[in-house]
């Protein structure tokens, strides 16, 4: 038996759109040469000549971003203060890993279009037609157009979204982690915003997020390569950093195969 593994998250880059322009990532890069002072600091009066191959010290990067950039998971805290009918909102250092390494499910919504609302009727019909009756913790990942967006200026703008009642269907049958390759897992801001505008019914604003204050649950956001993967028979991993008290943490997700 051999095992595989597919690469499901995005990679922090300055260059590649994955977030409004107000919260994107910063990477600062430092070579070899440049951090001499930090040699310095432990070795005093060390010159970078005087190291090996006259290198300087070490490669480093200096990062400023969210929990919510990149490929990360969203703990019940980011939703909502409570979760479960009222219970406090468990944060990302709390979320127990059993939930984080699963059978996966992809259901493949691509052909929906962008701002579409998915529905608990669209979930059953495509795990009828995939043949998978869910288990309870089984990770279900969702497949959008955004998938094939990435870095595209109107990233966030582009994919279906998960509806309260489609995100329902799968908690009440024991889902506690989800996924998306879209900036969120609900639909994108600016179709909500103008149904919003039309309807004046505010509890359309991330109805997906907000069915974790019934059923707590996670959800990975900006997923990969979700194309790539069959509608079900591989594990996902995707355990979290571990951050106190916070929202969310990055992940480096994975389909791992047992062939």
Known sequence: ????????????????????????PKITYETHQETVKELQHFFPGVTAEQTPGGEGFAAAE???????NGTHLDAPYHFSP???????????????LDWCFRPGVKLDFRAFPDGYVVTAADVEAELNRIGHELQPL??????????????????????CGMGYEATMYLTTRGVRVTGTDAWSWDAPFSYTAEKV??????????EGHKAGRDIGYCHLEKLHNLEALPAHGFTVSCFPH??????????RAVAIFED
């Open 1 to 24: 038996m051999t095992r595989r593994f597919i690469d499901l998250s995005i990679t922090l880059d300055n260059d590649v759109v994955s977030d409004p322009p107000f919260m994107r």
């Open 62 to 68: 200096w990062v400023t971003l969210t929990t919510h």
């Open 82 to 96: 409570t979760m479960d009918g009222g219970e406090r909102a468990i944060t990302i250092d709390e979320v127990p």
């Open 138 to 159: 089984d990770i279900v990942l969702v497949n959008t157009a955004a998938g094939k967006a990435l870095g595209r200026p109107d990233f966030v703008n582009v994919g």
């Open 197 to 206: 505008k039309q309807t004046g019914d505010t509890s359309l604003i991330w």
């Open 242 to 251: 571990k951050i106190k008290g916070a929202s969310a943490g990055w992940t």
